[in-house]
T-cell receptor, first 113, second 110 residues
Framework: DTAVSQTPKYLVTQMGNDKSIKCEQNLGHDTMYWYKQDSKKFLKIMFSYNNKELIINETVPNRFSPKSPDKAHLNLHINSLELGDSAVYFC????????????FGPGTRLTVT | GENVEQHPSTLSVQEGDSAVIKCTYSDSASNYFPWYKQELGKRPQLIIDIRSNVGEKKDQRIAVTLNKTAKHFSLHITETQPEDSAVYFCAIFGNEKLTFGTGTRLTIIP
């Protein structure tokens, strides 16, 4: 009965590779997000989608491409991985406009070597 | 743009004592102020939140106070316990997104 789930939990890959992270929520929420948490623990929003529509793209390199096939899923594809992409990536969801509380997934620790 | 300052960055408190973490922000249009707790290796978890039409909210040992005029809000934890040790983040909601503070590492000393 996990509310927000992500796969994989760990991802180790080499520079230049392409990888994807998947996120699913079963809360019936309309809005989903991707956050990046770096080694200093700073949490920064990358993207948000509301009902499959892109709302926020927070000056993220275009190597990062989110895709929302339906409002319960928001995937993140990363092309040409770089060392600086190493971080923990969190997916989150919230009910929608006017309801701001966000619930986070367990995170995906990406290590680029 | 949105900016949130959080202090202190680290805090050590004797078990049973109180802990206070403060955040200040610049965007006067912000209307929602949550606090998240993140244990080591885990996800951020929402522990309490407050909206701009309320000055204080309490949930058992945790309380949040908001001063909209001064643009600051605080997290208060009373009767601290070892399981309160974690990193705490404040955040503000504005322009359709949460902007997080830089976090406070709280350590409860047994």
């Amino acid at each position: 009965d996990t509310a927000v789930s992500q796969t994989p939990k760990y991802l180790v890959t080499q520079m230049g590779n392409d990888k994807s992270i998947k996120c699913e929520q079963n809360l019936g929420h309309d809005t989903m997000y991707w956050y990046k948490q770096d080694s200093k623990k700073f949490l920064k929003i990358m993207f948000s989608y509301n009902n499959k529509e892109l709302i926020i793209n927070e000056t993220v390199p275009n190597r990062f491409s989110p895709k929302s096939p339906d409002k319960a899923h928001l995937n993140l594809h990363i092309n040409s991985l770089e060392l600086g992409d190493s971080a923990v990536y969190f997916c989150a969801s919230s009910p929608g406009p006017g309801a701001y509380e966000q619930y986070f997934g367990p995170g995906t620790r990406l290590t680029v070597t | 743009g949105e900016n949130v300052e959080q202090h202190p960055s680290t805090l050590s408190v004797q078990e049973g004592d109180s802990a206070v973490i403060k955040c200040t922000y610049s965007d006067s249009a912000s209307n929602y102020f949550p606090w998240y707790k993140q244990e080591l290796g885990k996800r951020p978890q929402l522990i309490i939140d407050i909206r701009s039409n309320v000055g204080e909210k309490k949930d058992q040992r945790i309380a949040v106070t908001l001063n909209k005029t001064a643009k600051h809000f605080s997290l208060h934890i009373t009767e601290t316990q070892p399981e309160d040790s974690a990193v705490y983040f404040c955040a503000i909601f504005g322009n359709e997104k949460l902007t997080f503070g830089t976090g406070t590492r709280l350590t409860i000393i047994p």
